[in-house]
């Protein structure tokens, strides 16, 4: 398969939130400039009780479904329902789930999962090419990278975006 007909996941970790945000409008210029295809992105943070936040800027994108779709699906398998802050996420998770569970080795949702909990905050991308070659000056500020390739077809993927989003 050639890259864009892959899903890929990064995740850069963070020692402060304003940094996770320095990095996020950075790659938002890359997708502006052409750089990087249809994705989608936020930043993810824990509170003081331990409470999952997932928050985006407005971004323009080609494909509308994957505005904030994708990375709650992520996080809502990554994190345990309880723990996340936000109901849409819980939301985002319904049919995309079983993609990504199949997607996904058990090593790569450890992997990701301890990336989320390496930091103060994080910056997660969901993305349909490889992003860490492509990323990776603009997101300087990570003190560390995470990116898996999951065996998903994008296509297949994007087609349950647009459910998911349709539904939410």
């Known amino acids: ?34 750089v990087i295809a249809t994705y989608d992105a936020a930043v993810v943070n824990k509170d003081t009780d331990g409470k999952v936040h997932v928050r985006q800027r407005e971004k323009p994108t080609e494909k509308g479904a994957w505005t904030g779709v994708a990375i709650g699906a992520v996080v809502g398998i990554l994190f345990p329902p309880a723990l996340i802050a936000s109901a849409a996420i819980g939301a985002a998770v319904g049919g995309l789930a079983g993609h990504l569970w199949h997607g996904m080795s058990r090593s790569d949702m450890k992997d990701l999962g301890e990336a989320l909990d390496a930091g103060t905050a994080s910056l997660v991308i969901v993305g349909k090419s490889e992003l860490a070659k492509k990323i990776a000056q603009a997101t300087a500020h990570a003190q560390m990278r995470v990116e898996k390739e999951l065996k998903i077809n994008a296509k297949d993927f994007e087609k349950e975006l647009a459910a998911e989003a349709k539904s939410i």
């Open 1 to 34: 398969m050639a890259d864009n007909d892959n899903v890929f996941v990064f995740i850069g970790t963070y020692t402060s939130t304003e940094a996770a945000w320095e990095d996020y409008d950075s790659v938002r210029d890359l997708h502006s400039r052409g």
